[in-house]
């Protein structure tokens, strides 16, 4: 049976410490959240909680302490993290009754097979989380505010909610292009961009100093021999020229001091970058200065650009953008920004936050200068294209393995969300025990990687 993420270790588990143990079955058994024949206990609503945490652990060790959770994050109203989570986890309990509700009313009906695969899956985490004891699987369990049966009820409402998305949507293939289309239009602006960098890629270079350039492949040095200023050197005497690794004779030219430089073909040769160990290429900042040069180039840049339609733009991004470094070819391309994700939650900086709320505020056609840490951007607001999601050029802005930035993804909760809302107005509103569930909070639940 897979296993679901991490598996949290028995002395992980002793550590984590949890304020709202389950006193007995019938407390936590007891209806924290109903709408209509459907309904949220206080143990579900806590395992909701610890799932909420652990989504939240991945990546962020502060999780685990008090000053993450009392950090206030809203002056006015000194709303914490903690209370501002609680928000969510009620929101996400409150639509999970909406779904069900809409479950129902579609006459779905759960596969005996489904529910089966279910308990497998649970026998499973006795045997192994559980050494073979229910009791045992039920303490660890407990840790969660929940219990075996508890744990049963929370996947199969989950199950009834995944099959109710393929029922109505499909992996997105019984969504048509109309309304993908709206979508796109609704939710994404279309940009390019003049980007002029206050930092400079770096790549491999020689003993001195200078960028290698080589011949495509990256293993032989592309020489500028037919340079006229270029010499080959006999540096040891024996009557033949220096070469390199590779047998290649090596060529220089002189430079304004007279000493000798490697002469390289920057005309048909291409620099290696420096990376990282994620493969990313590395930079270096400029200074004050540098900067200040570099805002004076992006000015009279973006002087031009206020004459110009959209050709006359894509003239200039070609001569002057600076987006991809100098080797990679063609930056004549577009970029899909969605106004409703918060860029920064994922990528630790508000950048793509900035440049996606003033292409926002800009009509087809108008252009803007955004100053960020990385640099300074003139972008131009174009009209979105006919089926984006589909051509290959864009796929980058469409396809995210993680789903926060996936364009199926996305559109599903966008329909996903019009269907409860609909439920919402037909049911009202959810009704909530506040006395049941004032003792669940997140700050103080375990956090849970594996269990739901």
Known sequence: MKRKLIKITAAALAIIML???IASCSSALKPALTLDKNSISVGMYSLMASILKGSLAYGNSAINGSV????????????TNEGFYNEVLLESAKNNLYKLALFDEKGLTLPNETVKKIDEEIEFWIDYDGEGSKNKFNEILGKYGANTDILRDYMIMSAKIDQLVTYLYGNGSKIGD???QQYLDESYVRIKQIF???????????DFGDDIYYYEGGSKICYDKDDPEATAIDSDGDGKSDVDKNGDIIWY????KGDPHISYDKVNGVRKPRVDENGNQLTQEFN????SEVWNRADSVFKLTQKENFSGFEALMLVYDESYGDDAGDTDLSIYLNKDINYSSTSGDDTVDKLTAAAAELSVGEIARIETDYGVHII???ENEDGAWDIEENAGYFEDETGIADFDTLLINYLFSAEIKRVKERLGDVTVDAEAIAGVSIKNIGINYNFY
């Open 178 to 180: 109309t309304a993908r």
């Open 288 to 291: 004050k200065a540098e900067q």
């Open 19 to 21: 304020a709202l143990p």
């Open 68 to 79: 993450f959770w009392d950090t206030v994050v809203n002056k006015e109203s000194g709303q």
């Open 196 to 206: 002029f960098p206050y930092y400079e890629y770096l790549y491999e270079v020689d």
């Open 253 to 256: 030219i002189d430079d304004d």
């Open 380 to 382: 131009m607001r174009y």
